[in-house]
């Protein structure tokens, strides 16, 4: 079987839309993907997915924008600003954690940080088992740790939850409970299509932890890049650190860049179940598969310009391609969540205003309170994976 690997944006970008191609980047993952909606295909992808998106809309990003990330943010970083310094990476992760939690479905009964930390650490193990294609982990041991995660996180969250929304639907069916009362997450979702869509427990269980794990993962590694990106920029431009907080243009250009340099997974992978052409004309055969270069499509220089692998908030791009390339992937599975963290830009014509999305909004809260690289305490690599993943990014706040 061939293995083609694409490094040219446009390649991706046509790949991404092949109608023949199937997710094939997380068969080493099985234990917390298997079944997810990233890795189904065809008809089953397209049932479970257009159910899913009706969560993701302009009104719930609205929702949260104004009314739950300004106190996610404050409860996070007000007690580090006050402390004078803080690491990037759990503060994050934290901010994103609650809230990531919300849009899953998983209910919090104590509301403490304990808990937080709790749901914080499970999360942390599953994006560990999911990437465990670029993990230098021995795979056994980690596959042990992240089924021992999933029984403990059933006990301490998903059980509860579940039992709560399958007690709601009892009385919603009778009539108790108003559809209005019912909660707007993705595991009241899947509890009420589980009949439709054949969903068993252990399914559900996995999409809510996925869901958990691609919310919280990807936006605290995306937070930490554009931290360590705007830093960078600000050596050179120092004045452009109060313009990141004054103009909500500049700072979401800034947070597009860094996305686009940093991909959350450096590559996609696809499988051929149908022969399919590629744009350069190679013909995949059924079983071929196509490893997708996102960090070097996203350095395209004939699209980003010479200096593409450079941070420069100030690049002109054509109008067909999203500033954050192909950071949050293409076609039937692009990211669901991607107007949530990388925002949505002013709409002349209905004149809807620009909402910012998650990343940016800590980083302005970071950056007004302060915040800068600790001089004594230079950002460290996680030891534990090959990508490039800030595993401490230390601040202090002046
Ligand atoms: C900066 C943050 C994020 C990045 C860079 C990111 C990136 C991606 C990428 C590249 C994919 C497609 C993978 C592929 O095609 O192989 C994807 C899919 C997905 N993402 Fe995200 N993501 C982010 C945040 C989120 C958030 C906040 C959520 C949910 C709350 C989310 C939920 C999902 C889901 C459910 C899918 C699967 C969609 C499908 O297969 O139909 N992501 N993401």
Same mark, same amino acid.
């Not at 008809?43 to 159910?51: A, N, Q, Y």
């Not at 041991?141 to 969250?157: K, M």
């Not at 960078?232 to 979401?252: A, E, N, S, T, Y």
């Not at 996305?259 to 022969?275: D, G, N, Y």
């Given at each position: ?32 993907? %298997? ?56 503060? &994050?992760?934290?901010? *994103?954690?609650?809230?990531? %939690?919300?849009?899953?479905? *998983? ?21 560990? /088992? ?37 007690g709601l639907f009892e009385r919603f069916a009778t009539g108790e409970v108003a559809e209005d009362d019912l909660p707007r997450?993705?595991?009241t979702?899947?509890?009420r ?9 252990? *399914?559900?269980?996995?999409? @809510? ?10 936006? $605290? ?8 990106? %705007? ?41 051929? *179940? ?12 059924? $079983? ?14 004939? @699209?980003? /310009? ?11 791009? +054509? ?10 992937? $293409? ?28 990343? %940016? ?6 950056? &007004? +309170? ?29």
């Amino acid at each position: 079987m061939a293995e083609i690997t694409l490094t040219r944006f446009d390649e991706v970008r046509d790949a991404y839309r092949q109608k023949g191609l199937k997710q094939a980047l997380y068969d080493a993952a099985g234990v917390i993907m %298997a079944d997810t909606v990233l890795t189904l295909w065809g008809d089953e992808h397209r049932r479970r997915r257009r159910l899913e998106n009706r969560l993701f809309r302009r009104d719930t990003f609205e929702h949260y924008e104004r009314d739950l990330l300004p106190v996610a943010v404050d409860e996070v970083l007000d007690p580090a600003a006050a402390s004078g310094r803080g690491d990037v990476v759990p503060l &994050a992760r934290r901010i *994103v954690v609650n809230l990531t %939690a919300a849009a899953a479905g *998983v209910d919090r009964s104590e509301g403490t940080p304990a808990e937080t930390d709790r749901l914080y650490s499970y999360a942390v193990k599953f994006s560990e /088992g999911a990437t465990a294609v670029h993990s230098t982990r021995d795979p056994a041991e980690l596959r042990a740790e992240v089924v021992e995660a999933l029984e403990r996180w059933d006990e301490d969250f998903f059980g509860p939850s579940l039992a709560r929304r399958t007690g709601l639907f009892e009385r919603f069916a009778t009539g108790e409970v108003a559809e209005d009362d019912l909660p707007r997450d993705v595991l009241t979702v899947l509890v009420r299509n589980q009949d439709s869509l054949d969903l068993p427990r252990d *399914v559900i269980r996995r999409e @809510v932890a996925f869901y958990m794990l691609a919310g919280m993962h990807s936006t $605290g590694a995306a937070t930490t890049h554009a931290v360590h990106g %705007a830093f960078g920029w600000f050596d050179h431009h120092p004045d452009d650190r109060k313009r990141m907080l004054d103009d909500p243009v500049f700072l979401q250009h800034c947070v597009h860049e860094s996305m686009r340099l940093h991909p959350a997974s450096p590559v996609a992978r696809r499988e051929a *179940v149908e022969p399919a052409t590629l744009r350069d004309g190679t013909e995949m055969k059924v $079983g071929d598969t196509v490893v997708m270069d996102l960090w070097s499509a996203n350095r395209d220089t004939e @699209v980003f /310009g010479a200096d593409a692998d450079r941070f420069n908030p100030l690049r002109d791009i +054509r109008d067909d391609v999203p500033r954050w390339g192909h950071t949050f992937g $293409g076609g039937r599975h692009a990211c669901i969540g991607m107007e949530l963290d990388g925002g949505v830009p002013a709409d002349e014509t209905t004149g809807a205003p620009i909402l910012l999305g998650t990343v %940016a909004l800590i980083l302005r809260g970071l950056l &007004a +309170r302060g915040a800068q690289p600790d001089p004594d305490d230079p950002p460290q690599q996680d030891p534990n994976i090959t990508r490039v993943w800030w595993g401490r990014y230390p601040v202090v706040f002046r």
